[in-house]
């Protein structure tokens, strides 16, 4: 990944995606901190969720099934989370396992029930995609959301292992395009005009042009040809 090439497909998502009203919505109902213990946070939390297409979550269910095995999944993990304010980049690897781990214990909680054609009652997960996505809400500045077209596509199983590999695939890139400009890792959202997103939100946005939704940033020669274009006269055309 270059500069460049993250700059347009976070551009491009900002055009595009109407996902950041929902997500607006939800950092403005929880004061831009998830608590999975508060009810109404849960409320906004799967509403959201629902939003960015995880139709595991029932509405139905969002109280009787979904909040309480969050409730549970954090008695166990939460505590052991990184604070808000701590980045990706601060992480050591341990931390990373652990939060894979973390991820991997979600994805099997129940999200809810279904009734089969039976009669029969099955229960629904959180999955992969739920999972790293609510992992998201709690910390986004830590964790990456990601959908099934991405891990599907950059060899992921969904497993906890790969979210790991998938955290360490993210500060790669995240590394890269920051030492390309010359900066901190925490100013790349200002540097590429995404000031509301986190540095790991970034590398999802660019995932979500590229491989979701087949979009191809330029290369260094489409890009001297557009300067060149924006350089001419007006009334003066390209082969002059």
Not at 98 to 111: N, V
């Amino acid at each position: 990944m270059r500069l460049h090439e993250l700059a347009f497909a976070c551009r491009v998502y900002g055009s595009l995606t109407g996902y950041d009203s929902s997500l607006a919505k939800l950092r403005k109902a929880t004061g831009g901190k998830v608590d999975p213990y508060n009810s109404a946070h849960q409320q906004v939390l799967f509403k959201w969720l629902n939003d960015w297409g995880c139709r595991q979550f029932s509405t139905a269910h969002h109280a009787t099934v979904a909040a309480p095995s969050l409730v549970a999944w954090a008695d166990q993990w939460f505590t052991k989370f990184p604070g808000d304010d701590v980045l990706l980049d601060a992480v050591d690897q341990a931390q990373v396992d652990q939060i894979g781990s973390a991820y991997g214990d979600l994805r099997r909680r129940r999200a809810g029930t279904r009734t089969l054609r039976n009669g029969s009652i099955s229960n629904v997960e959180y999955g992969p995609v739920g999972a790293a996505k609510a992992l998201f809400a709690l910390r986004p500045s830590l964790c990456p959301p990601w959908d099934n077209y991405t891990l599907s596509r950059l060899g992921f199983d969904g497993s906890a292992g790969s979210y790991s590999k998938y955290l360490q695939l993210v500060l790669s890139h995240l590394q890269t395009v920051a030492t390309q400009a010359s900066i901190e890792i925490s100013e790349l959202p200002a540097l590429v005009g995404r000031h509301e997103s986190t540095p790991p939100k970034l590398i999802d946005e660019y995932y979500w042009v590229t491989i979701t939704n087949r979009f191809n940033p330029p290369t260094r020669e489409d890009l001297a040809t557009w300067l060149a274009w924006a350089d001419l006269e007006p009334g003066r055309s390209a082969s002059q």
